[in-house]
């Protein structure tokens, strides 16, 4: 059972519309994160998040912002969406610190027109 | 950044066959993770290694903690069907990265035709 939520699972938009992706874990984990994946696989890491009010970029540049109001939610955001942003987006969270590894949602895939 | 070199990329599996994959790294890593991504899926943790030479296993599923901390594999044996799908290796690395996993680029498993 996934404590860990993505909505939607699919999406396609056109160009210049703004999307939010959903993110929500039901595990009281301190840390967040927001990968996207390539259809070469490789995950990128984007944003990432060690609590309320914290948000940090991360190795992969991009275009999109993230907010944390609640520690259980973490919501990413275009504000004007391109095909360059079709992609597999993942979310996934961790307690702060311990070693046992993330666990991802089942992913938005994001398709722009 | 650090870097994890994951092989092989690919690999084409007859049922029953033994499977073997590998992470190696120039850098120490303290903790090291497989995980196993299902298409339209997150990935989900399989095995997590925490000490130099841990050899652990996950019923068909075999993995070791290099004794250098610079590497580890994996091993499946006995292959089914459902093993089909992206393994990624992560490692904590012991010298930052913001206390986040580095992943592998990940060994995309598929049925021979």
């Known amino acids: 059972e996934a404590d860990i939520y993505q909505t939607p699972r699919y999406l396609v938009i056109g160009t210049g519309k703004k999307i939010t992706l959903e993110c929500s874990q039901t595990m009281g984990h301190d840390k967040m994160y927001w990968y996207q994946q390539d259809p070469g696989m490789e995950l990128h890491l984007i944003h990432y998040s060690y609590g309320v009010n914290s948000t940090e970029k991360g190795d992969l540049s991009s275009e999109s912002t993230v907010s944390r109001i609640r520690t259980e939610h973490f919501p990413l955001t275009l504000e004007s969406a391109r095909p360059s942003h079709t992609s597999q987006y993942l979310c996934?969270?961790?307690?702060?610190?311990?070693?046992?590894?993330?666990?991802f949602g089942s992913g938005t895939r994001l398709t722009v027109v | 950044g650090q870097q994890l070199n994951q092989s092989p990329q690919s690999m084409f599996i007859q049922e029953g066959e033994d499977v073997s994959m590998n992470c190696t790294s120039s850098?120490?890593?303290?903790?090291w993770l497989w995980y196993k991504q299902d298409p339209g899926e997150g990935p989900v943790l399989l095995i997590a290694l925490y000490k130099a030479g841990e050899l652990t296993s996950n019923g068909r599923l075999t993995a070791q903690f290099g004794i250098t901390r610079k590497d580890s594999f994996l091993n499946i044996s006995a292959s089914i069907p459902s093993d089909v799908g992206i393994y990624f290796c992560?490692?904590?690395?012991?010298?930052?990265?913001?206390?986040?996993?580095?992943f592998g680029k990940g060994t995309k498993l598929s049925v021979k035709p």
């Open positions: 850098s120490i890593f303290n903790t």
């Open positions: 992560a490692g904590l690395f012991m010298g930052g990265s913001q206390g986040n996993l580095i």
């Open positions: 996934a969270s961790s307690e702060l610190g311990h070693p046992y590894g993330y666990t």
